[in-house]
């Protein structure tokens, strides 16, 4: 029971880290229906972002308390943000309207592009980074197992929370979601009702960007250890989550990575470690032989 | 626009390039003999990479203009040039092909790298029957090609087969494993399909790391056995039994790498020659119609579920084939080899070339995979670069290098299609 | 022609006596959700002959056509093809592919060709099953070994059949998505018509067509009437409705108003006030 219940809240840190990145992959599906590969990439970046701007912060001796959390955050949203608008200006946006696998295949370049200009500047070896947000509270003990509620996954559930609520007003309260939704829905007839669609279409990509960062540095304080390549599997993970929620479907992306974290956490605490991936991706396939569509995905009606 | 106007454009670009590079390549981390974390500054790159950007930018706006980034889908002077030369290119590209190993010059590095590139072929154009053809998008080819290598390595391996008897059978096994996963997942639509296919790769990966008294886990499996001339092995010693010595040759080591790539040639011919036949067979017409309009083939009468099992099943089989030959060719596989980037690759290959097109996925595969060869004192620049090439490619060609189809039977005369009304599948 | 007595099968008793009939509908209903958009229709096409099925926007026809057609499955009721000297084949409850298969052709609405393969190869698509039997399933045709060759002679000349039949020989190597609306329309039917059927469907196949080519579409339709094709049509151009169809069907709000003759039909003030209550007179000028 106890260990159970330490295995909820890993599942839930994990899964609204997953939660997160998903939302911007099915935003980006939402409105233009590509697949960004990069995404994963970009929440990798977020977080050498938020790695560089720790450092910068220690250096200065500025590294203490909540504060400078919330500069770091703030740092790696923005820069993040502006890598997300660069990667739709460059590889997206001049192949807008052609053909379907071409954005396809601009983004798998981008993300061999963003993987090794990482490597690159950044060096392949792992970062290791000292735990900035020690200890936790115990919430229960049995016998000499103890469960802990460590600090770092309280704050991970909280800016997630406070993250999503914040969007989900964006989302459904503001002339930009209105203009989001409408896109998404016909981005021609928006067009021809004086909607800028490049940048709502932009606007999109910042937002997806900036919650990754979000993610990046969540995973950055709760992990420690960052490199070159975590943005694939995140990514990968992240992606699942969002086709398991219904891709298109902004609360199925936070559901849907929510399954996914407590669907690896269970996995690996009761069965094996080095199968969790295997029972996430099966746990997808199976999902969708039964709801071709997803969890609260939209059920495609064929016109005829 | 004004000269004025196009600096300050610039201006800007340069501005959003120190925005994106000021952190992450002025600001290096390195990890200290202690453990710790400190950076170290390289502001000189920096504004070396923002002079790029505002040159680049400038270059663009005002030469070019604007016009040089557009994508273009119909036939440049170079696609009519290259389809009037087509005739010609595909017979000049197979003799040079063919008669590759006798060139003077050509050394065993050279020929390394032609396998390589008739590998790289050859997985195109199996994959071009499920993406090009059948319109399926399949992320996890590689799994296929995977499950190709170690079958003959572990038939070879575990019951001594030798390679001529286990080449059909990892064809028919990788099919087989085509179906088991097209059966389940193939009414699924488009990026449903993509992320389940890419899924299943990626569990074929895993359970090759993790089933390690089968599969040598992350070790690997080594000492493959090498292929023989049809049981003539390629040894130095030049025995009676060997190849060397059966045809009264000079023992070299050359003769096997020789052999290998008459292998590999051979077999990419032999998926590029079944292709083309099932192309004008019903068979292939199915599946383009399928790419087409998958409810218009209903209508007719068609299964849907059968005809797409058949186009996974048999592209599966070719990457099975080429598993195969990468295992006896390396004498040693890993898990490694098997990656996600493997069927971005692939993939990219089959896109670059222009779906369907089986000319255009070998300039591709010989493009990408040789330029990437060339490119080797790049070093950690040279994936940099592979990557930036896909991107660049597709934006200026998202429909490939040869972007038309041509129809596979003609009452008077064939005449090629143009790729705008060419469907590319939601499937 | 079949006898008058054999042409109002909606009874039970009338079941019993089939032998007219090639397409039974029976208490088809549509839901979708809460919206009934076919309820409890009964009709009866009859052999060799043209049936029309009419009725104002949203009446519930393209409904009722996909579910003949097995686009969607009925909700309830029944579907049953007659084909001659043979059992009744209960169409509702087969995948699409198998209805095809069983001798039901359709056309779309919204043409649905393969725009990147030739007419001709649209029309060879079209022969798929017959064909595909002949190559030995792929296997002996990659190999060469079959009696495929002749097959796909014969399939040729079926082909060139109806390419002729419908004007289009000399478009025949142009790809589908290049030709001109009009002749999209016609090679639909041909391609159609190409997978043999007892039944052809046609989903408002005049839509769009300038007063000519609706002429040239009606004596292509009767011309298919003459070869043993009984059609089920749905139609807007009341035009071409009471020039060519034998037999009318109308449906309002998803339910069946009338079955009877063009004349009748156009004498039936049910059906007139369906259409004036639509706003929509100009639609029954015939």
């Given at each position: ?60 001796g500025l590294m203490d308390g909540p504060a400078a959390i919330l500069l770091v955050l703030v740092i790696s949203m923005a820069i993040t943000a502006l890598y997300g608008w ?219 | ?55 680049g930018r400038l270059a663009l706006t005002l030469w070019l203009g604007r016009r040089a980034l557009r994508p273009s889908t119909g036939p440049t002077p170079l696609t009519l ?347 | ?286």
């Open positions: 029971m106890a260990y159970a219940l330490q295995q909820l809240i890993n599942g839930i840190s994990l899964g609204m880290i997953y939660g997160l990145i998903a939302v911007g992959y099915t935003m980006v599906y939402g409105i233009i229906g590509m697949i960004n590969f990069a995404h994963g990439d970009i929440f990798m970046i977020s977080a050498f972002i938020a790695l560089i701007a720790v450092i910068l912060l220690s250096l200065g660069t990667l739709e200006r460059v590889a997206y946006r001049p192949l807008r309207g052609s053909f379907r696998l071409a954005p396809l295949i601009s983004a798998i370049g981008m993300s061999i592009v963003l993987q090794n200009y990482v490597q690159v500047s950044q060096g392949a070896r792992v970062k290791p980074l000292e735990p900035l947000v020690p200890g936790g509270i115990e919430v229960m003990r049995d016998g000499a197992f103890v469960v802990q509620f460590s600090y770092i996954q309280m704050l991970i559930i909280a800016v997630t929370l406070v993250v999503l609520a914040v969007f989900t007003i964006l989302v459904t309260r503001t002339p930009l979601g209105r203009a989001m939704r409408a896109c998404e829905q016909d981005r021609r007839m928006a067009a021809l009702l004086g909607i800028d669609t490049d940048r709502t279409i932009s606007l999109t990509f910042v937002i997806g960007a900036s919650l990754a960062a979000v993610a990046g540095t969540m995973y950055l304080l709760r992990y420690g250890v960052i490199d070159f390549y975590i943005g694939f599997l995140a990514g990968v993970k992240a992606f699942t989550a969002a086709v398991l929620g219904g891709i298109g479907s902004l609360p199925g992306a936070v559901l849907g990575g929510l399954l996914i974290g407590l669907i690896e956490t269970f996995w690996s605490a009761y069965f094996s470690v080095q199968y969790k991936d295997v029972a996430a991706f099966s746990i997808l396939a199976i999902t969708l032989i039964f709801l071709p569509t997803g969890l609260l995905g939209r059920q495609e009606v064929e016109k005829v | 626009m004004t000269p004025a106007a196009a600096v300050r454009d610039a201006a800007i670009a340069a501005l959003v390039a120190f925005g994106l590079f000021a952190m992450l390549v002025g600001l290096r981390t390195d990890v200290s003999p202690t453990g710790g974390l400190f950076l170290r500054q390289r502001w000189a790159d920096v504004a070396l990479l923002c002079g790029i950007v505002f040159a040039q290259l389809q009037r030369l087509g005739r010609f290119f595909a017979p000049a590209m197979l003799a040079a092909a063919l008669v590759l190993p006798f060139i003077p010059g050509i050394g065993r590095y050279e020929l390394d790298i032609g396998i390589l590139v008739l590998t790289y072929v050859m997985l195109g154009w199996g994959l071009n029957i499920v993406v090009g053809l059948a319109g399926l998008l399949d992320l996890g080819y590689v799994a296929f090609y995977a499950i190709g290598a170690y079958s003959y390595a572990l038939l070879a391996q575990y019951f001594g087969l030798s390679f001529w008897i286990c080449l059909p059978l990892a064809g028919i096994l990788a099919a087989f494993w085509g179906v088991i996963l097209g059966f389940p997942v193939l009414r699924l639509r488009g990026d449903y399909l993509a992320i389940v296919t890419l899924a299943f790769g990626e569990i074929i990966r895993v359970v090759l790391i993790n089933w390690a008294s089968l599969t040598g886990g992350p070790n690997g499996i080594s000492g493959i056995p090498r292929p023989t001339f049809f049981g003539l092995p390629f040894s130095m010693s030049g025995g009676e039994g060997s190849f060397a010595g059966f045809f009264g040759l000079e023992p070299s080591p050359s003769h096997r790498v020789i052999f290998l790539y008459y292998l590999i040639f051979f077999l990419a011919l032999l998926t590029n020659w079944v292709t083309i036949r099932l192309r004008r067979q019903p068979l292939g017409r199915a599946w383009e119609a399928l790419r087409e309009d998958e409810i218009a083939c209903r209508s007719l009468g068609i299964n849907i579920r059968d005809t797409k099992l058949s186009a996974f099943a048999i592209g599966a089989m070719f990457g099975g084939f080429a598993g195969a030959f990468f295992a006896t060719r390396q004498a040693f596989i890993s898990p490694e080899s098997f990656t996600f980037i493997e069927s971005a690759i692939i993939l990219a290959i089959v896109v670059l070339g222009g779906l369907g097109s089986q000319v255009g996925v070998a300039v591709a595969a010989l493009v990408m995979i040789g330029g990437f060869e060339v490119f080797r004192n790049l070093e950690e620049w040279r994936m940099l670069v592979f990557g930036a090439a896909m991107v660049v490619i597709m934006v200026l060609r998202p429909r490939g290098l040869i972007g038309t189809r041509t129809p596979t039977i003609a009452l008077k005369e064939k005449r090629i299609i143009g790729k705008d009304l060419v469907g590319e599948g939601r499937g | 022609m079949t006898a008058p007595d054999d042409r109002r099968p909606r009874s039970e008793g009338d079941r019993r006596h089939p032998r007219g009939m090639i397409l039974e509908v029976a208490g088809l209903t549509m839901r979708f959700g809460g919206l009934t958009a076919v309820s409890a229709v009964s009709f009866a096409a009859l052999r060799g002959e043209i049936t029309a099925v009419i009725g104002p926007n949203g009446a519930g026809k393209t409904t009722l056509f996909n579910c003949i057609t097995g686009f969607y499955r009925p909700s309830s009721g029944a579907i049953r093809l007659h084909r001659t000297g043979e059992l009744p084949v209960d169409l509702h409850g087969l995948p699409g592919h198998r209805i095809a298969q069983a001798g039901v052709a359709r056309t779309f609405q919204n043409i649905r060709l393969f725009p990147g393969m030739t007419a001709l190869e649209n029309l060879l698509v079209a022969q798929h099953n017959k064909l595909m039997a002949a190559t030995g399933f792929g296997i002996g045709a990659v190999l060469g070994l079959s009696r495929y060759p002749k097959a796909e002679r014969q399939a040729i000349e079926l082909a060139r059949h109806w390419l002729s039949a419908t004007h289009l020989l000399d478009r025949a190597d142009d790809p589908a998505g290049a030709l001109p609306y009009g002749a999209q329309r016609r090679l639909e039917i041909a391609r159609a018509m190409c997978t043999e059927p007892t039944l052809l469907c046609l989903d408002e196949p005049a839509a769009g067509l300038n007063p000519r080519e609706s002429e040239e579409l009606a004596r292509l339709l009767q011309e298919i009437r003459a070869q043993g094709t009984s059609l089920l049509l749905i139609e807007h151009d009341m035009g071409v409705v009471m020039k060519i169809s034998d037999r009318v069907v109308v449906l309002d709000h998803g339910k069946l108003i009338a079955d009877a003759t063009p004349a009748e039909v156009r004498a039936d003030p049910k059906v007139i006030a369906a259409y004036l209550g639509e706003g929509e007179e100009d639609e029954v000028e015939a």
